[in-house]
């Protein structure tokens, strides 16, 4: 019984000796759990919006809830969005809500509801100002903001869409200030 099993380079170790069968089959066996185990690592983050592969971010997003997926969106919106969405569901149908559904496309938004407005609206209605700085505003802009709101705001309330496009221009502003002063010192006298 003098056949020996090299497995140094394997990180599994036999617990106990036995028959070279035997120790073969543990040693087998130990590399299968090990590949099974490095396995439910991958899968662990598949589910992380931060590693899952680009290829499967449109699956762990409709997982999570959202409905609007676009192809052609950076990939960095696109893991944002996902990250974000337990809490985006969590506020969904309020002021947040809407805000940060915007704030993911670099759009920025004030909300007034109806009794905020002087004079007051129709009740249960309410209005949204967006601002749009990264480029022009257009039809398809103004229809994926409409999709975007109509996601986040309840659906028993109306809402006026006032788009605005917001420069912001980098002025940049230099000074110097020179100033001068002269002192005469006299010897001192009784």
Same mark, same amino acid.
């Given at each position: 019984m003098s056949d020996a099993i090299d497995d140094s380079d394997t990180p599994f170790q036999p617990l106990h000796q036995g028959s070279a069968l035997q120790i073969?089959?543990?040693?087998?066996?130990? *590399?299968?759990l090990t590949t099974l185990e490095q396995g439910a690592d991958v899968v662990a983050t598949l589910w992380q919006p931060a590693h899952c592969p680009l290829a499967l971010l449109p699956w762990l997003a409709w997982s999570q809830g959202i409905k609007e997926w676009d192809e052609?969106?950076?990939? /960095?919106?696109?893991?944002?969005?996902? /990250?974000d &969405?337990?809490?985006?569901? *969590?506020y969904l149908g309020t002021r947040f809500a809407i805000t940060n559904a915007l704030a993911h496309?670099?759009?920025? /938004? *004030?909300?007034s509801e109806w009794f905020e407005h002087e004079p007051m609206s129709e009740p249960g209605t309410f209005r949204v100002d967006v601002y749009v700085s990264h480029r022009g505003i257009d039809l398809p802009l103004i229809k994926e903001t409409r999709k975007l709101i109509d996601r986040a705001k309840r659906k028993s309330v109306d809402y006026n869409l006032h788009m605005?496009?917001? /420069?912001?221009?980098?002025?940049k502003l230099?000074?110097?200030?020179? &100033?001068? &002063?002269?002192?005469?010192?006299?010897?001192y006298t009784h």
């Open positions: 073969q089959l543990q040693t087998l066996i130990g *590399q299968e052609r969106w950076p990939e /960095a919106i696109k893991r944002q969005l996902v /990250a &969405s337990y809490q985006q569901h *969590q496309f670099d759009m920025g /938004a *004030q909300i605005n496009l917001q /420069a912001k221009p980098e002025v230099n000074s110097i200030h020179c &100033s001068s &002063s002269m002192t005469t010192i006299y010897p």
